[in-house]
């Protein structure tokens, strides 16, 4: 290791708090990467006849795919540290004597900051590559792309505004407090996918968003208030397994936790009870190896990237499909496809060249985080003009993503 790294890797140790729960960041870590790697490898492209980029996904070709995308799909890790960090920032928040509305101010400002930049920077971007002579459909499919992430944000947001709550329920109920959420699910689900379907209505599902995602959160206020112990953990990961084979197999629920072109039905988009189980298993077992977590971190050569990579979560998420648009964009210039890139995925040839264009992308994230990482700071020196601009250009680019999506 080069003495530069090996004193970087020094300071990030030295800076860290006794008290900091390494498990905690790494599990976030760790679903955080798996956003950008389950876009990169579970998404695709064609070429339309004029040369535009149109979206489109190796599992509508390779059923083994379905697999991958249960290792892939860990929003359930995402919430459950999440809602573990929530409550105990708002612990702290509160014996500092701050107001409950500063304390959300704070979180909420972390996570719109960069959505409002990416957004902005978008949308110069459109007229930039349409004057440079980019198709109206790649355009489109940008837009479909950069969007697809920041759902995420505002649910994020919409139940970090209930940790209150979340905590009081935690409290008095413990583990129990995420059943209902559960239930409504299930409810939910059988209305829809049921022998009644026919006559329910098609925004039905909808109703399955803030219980399908809140869900997991509970179980990380659960667990940051210590009412999720390893008890709860054995029998999250149990019954989140046993659940998901039986909605799997018997069911007839889809395999794939994304959604797969051509299907008429999908897990993710809103959440399926198969979502649910999934996170359950998945929270169990993170509940379970947390000590383990915490003493592998331990060692600051693995602790640092760690850091690293929680420090600009925003950042990742907000701009990792820039960078896959970094390089396809410019690939189309060249005609015809580039293979694993620009060609249809729809083949184990596609998958292994995929597997080459990963390092490419993340190189490419890198690059344009370097840039973009200052949206994640505290905008307290741009005037106002700039921010009237930013948000002007932001309203746009939403406008267009709406007529599109």
């Known amino acids: 290791m080069p003495s530069r790294l090996r004193a970087a890797v020094r300071a990030i140790e030295e800076r860290t708090p006794a008290h900091r729960d390494r498990a905690v960041d790494g599990l976030r870590a760790l679903a955080l990467l798996a956003v950008p790697l389950g ?27 379905a697999p991958l995308s249960w290792l892939l799909q860990m929003l359930g890790i995402f919430f459950l540290v999440g809602g573990c960090s929530s409550v105990l920032s708002l612990r702290r928040s509160a014996e500092r004597g701050d107001a409950l509305g500063q304390w959300l101010g704070g979180r909420l400002a972390r996570l719109g900051r960069p959505v409002l930049g990416v957004t902005a920077v978008w949308a110069v971007l459109l007229g930039v590559l349409s004057l440079l002579g980019v198709p109206g459909g790649t355009l489109r499919t940008a837009a479909v792309l950069v969007v697809q992430p920041l759902w995420f944000v505002g649910i994020y947001a919409g139940v970090t ?6 905590a009081r ?3 008095r109920w413990g583990l129990w407090s995420a059943v209902p959420l559960l239930g409504s699910v299930a409810v939910v689900d059988f209305l829809r996918y049921g022998p009644l379907a026919s006559q329910m209505p098609s925004w039905l599902g909808l109703l399955n968003l803030l219980p399908g995602w809140l869900f997991s ?58 979502v649910l189980a999934l996170a359950a298993a998945q929270c169990g077992a993170a509940v379970l190896l947390r000590n383990r977590i ?108 709406v007529a599109v999506v």
């Open 39 to 65: 876009h990169w490898m579970l998404g695709g492209f064609t070429l339309g006849g004029d040369g535009s980029l149109h979206n489109a996904s190796p599992l509508a070709t390779l059923g083994f795919f």
């Open 161 to 166: 505004a209930l940790t209150p709550l979340c």
């Open 169 to 171: 329920a935690a409290r």
């Open 217 to 274: 959160y509970q179980l990380g206020v659960c667990w940051g208030l210590g009412r999720l112990r390893r008890a709860g953990g054995y029998v999250l990961l149990t019954g989140g397994a046993v659940l998901f084979a039986v909605l799997l197999l018997v069911f007839g629920y889809p395999a794939s936790m994304v959604g797969v072109p051509g299907e008429a039905r999908t897990n993710s988009h809103p959440p399926s009870l198969l």
């Open 294 to 401: 915490a003493r592998l971190l331990r060692r600051p050569a693995l602790w640092a990237p760690v850091v690293v990579v929680n420090l600009s979560a925003m950042t990742v998420l907000c701009w990792h499909q820039t960078a896959m648009l970094a390089a396809a964009v410019p690939a189309t210039a060249a005609g015809g496809g580039v293979a694993g890139l620009t060609t249809a995925p729809d083949s184990l040839g596609w998958v292994v060249a995929r597997l080459a264009w990963l390092p490419v992308f993340a190189v490419l994230l890198v690059a344009v985080g370097s840039v973009t990482r200052r949206f994640e700071t505290p905008w307290g020196g741009a005037g106002r003009g700039v921010r009237a601009a930013a948000g002007a250009l932001a309203a746009a680019f939403a406008l267009y993503a």
